[in-house]
Antibody, heavy 121, light 107 residues
């Protein structure tokens, strides 16, 4: 069974870089699919951040593109998110998930449990 | 970016009621739409993909329809476990976008 688990600091200072990792078990990232990051500010809706393929091909949300980097480490079967110059507006639950489509874009079936990242000094 | 507008933003309904949620896209997205259910403190759960395909294991009281710009999620007979927030998502083109959500509450 495919499982995803986010990890990283729960508190980040303003202007610093948020870094999260998503460890995947039950499936090899190298075997395919796109892998994505989605976030949800407290009490608000879902926002797609970006997606990556095992080859390293990425798609980013233009609203965040200048600050986002998503990378993949197939040897550790994990992928990562870095968001720079964070502000309080970046406070959210961050989810990692697998895209369920043979194409470059798709829907999400497997999700991590989510991790709350708070931006505060 | 393609905008998805869900309506209503919230609704109150009783067990056994038929519930319909609408998702309208700002431009045509073919059938590239998914529906999710989210309960407090939990990750979203996939219900429908490709606008009308029911995900395995999801009760048949859930159904999706539509194509182009107008889509609906229907719950034929609302059950106690269906009280949650529902989101639509388009994956026709990047950036992927989600609707603002519809909260289904107990009447």
């Amino acid at each position: 069974q495919v499982q995803l688990q986010e990890s990283g600091p729960g508190l980040v200072k303003p202007s610093e870089t948020l870094s999260l990792t998503c460890a995947v078990s039950g499936y090899s990232i190298s075997s395919g699919y796109y892998w994505g990051w989605i976030r949800q500010p407290p009490g608000k809706g879902l926002e797609w951040i970006g997606s990556i393929y095992h080859s390293g091909s990425t798609y980013y949300n233009p609203s965040l593109k200048s600050r986002v980097t998503i990378s993949v480490d197939t040897s550790k079967n994990q992928f990562s998110l870095k968001l720079s110059s964070v502000t309080a507006a970046d406070t959210a639950v961050y989810y990692c998930a697998r895209q369920e489509s043979p194409y470059s874009s798709g829907w999400y079936y497997y999700w991590g449990q989510g991790t709350l990242v708070t931006v505060s000094s | 970016a393609i905008q998805l507008t869900q309506s209503p933003s919230s609704l109150s309904a009783s067990v056994g009621d038929r519930v319909t949620i609408t998702c309208r896209a700002s431009q045509g997205i073919s059938s590239a739409l998914a529906w999710y259910q989210q309960k407090p403190g939990k990750a979203p759960k996939l219900l429908i993909y490709d606008a009308s395909s029911l995900e395995s294991g999801v009760p048949s009281r859930f159904s999706g329809s539509g194509s182009g710009t107008d889509f609906t999620l229907t719950i034929s007979s609302l059950q106690p476990e269906d009280f949650a927030t529902y989101y639509c998502q388009q994956f026709n083109s990047y950036p992927q976008t989600f609707g603002g959500g519809t909260k289904v509450e107990i009447k």
